[in-house]
């Protein structure tokens, strides 16, 4: 079996925390826990010579021999990777830039495991962790929308949208917002996503998100995201991996029984 590789961007930068100070054994930590479904199918084209490959046999040198069909010198590799459980996220503090600190962790069925890491989350959806923790794309998925303000009316123009874009000099990211009507504290928050690596990778990501934005407690309460990434590699093949995340929140301590 092909082992999925994971180069999924996200668009958060890796960098040193300065966390807070230790919380007390018997501080209670608000606590959110969200119900996840994963799934990563990747299609690979590699180019397995730089000449047309051609089927051998032996024809013992006969006058009435066939000529060899002549192949595209390519190969097809699939490959697929699903888990579900849970993620579990814990509000540690809020830092003067406004960054809210969290700390997420994964606990899945199968493979997708990752115990607890530091995290700093914003209102734009820039996301950084710990770089020396494991954290997951759907990780990431989760917290990109946990920032204080995601939602912020002065962002928002006449049509109900907004846009978030994060450049770098070898990333860009472009995110478009549209949010539905908020007659009540439930809303609906579409999310169209794209994400260019420059460089020999030539990654392109394209996210297209369905968010379900809790506005009375300020974080999702549901996100189903669909992925579809594509690296091209020129003439040693192309590689496409289609990534689905699902959320669904399940417990949130901050609300008062």
Known sequence: MLRIRETLVTGATAAVLLLPSVVRADT???????????????????????NPAEDWHDCNGGAGCNPANQGSGTSHYEAGLNDKGTMTVAILGKQSDGGLIVSISEDGQQTRRAPPATCVVYGNTHVICDPNKTIYTEEYTLLRFLGQNFV???????????????NS?????????????????DVQISETRKIVTA???NVTTDVETKIGYDMSRV???????????????GVSGMATTIYQTTLQLVSDTMVKP
Do not use: C
Not at 28 to 50: C, E, G, R, W
């Open 199 to 201: 460089g020999q990778s």
């Open 219 to 233: 974080v999702p309460a549901t996100v189903a995201e669909y992925v579809t990434q594509r690296q091209d590699q």
């Open 28 to 50: 209670t930590v608000p606590t959110l826990v969200y119900n996840f479904t994963y799934s990563a199918n990747q299609d690979i084209n590699a180019k397995d010579s730089a």
């Open 152 to 166: 912020d009316p002065a962002n928002i123009d006449a049509k109900r949208h907004w846009q978030v874009v994060q």
């Open 169 to 185: 000099p070898t990333m860009k990211v472009t995110a478009d917002y549209v949010i539905g009507p908020t007659t009540t504290s």
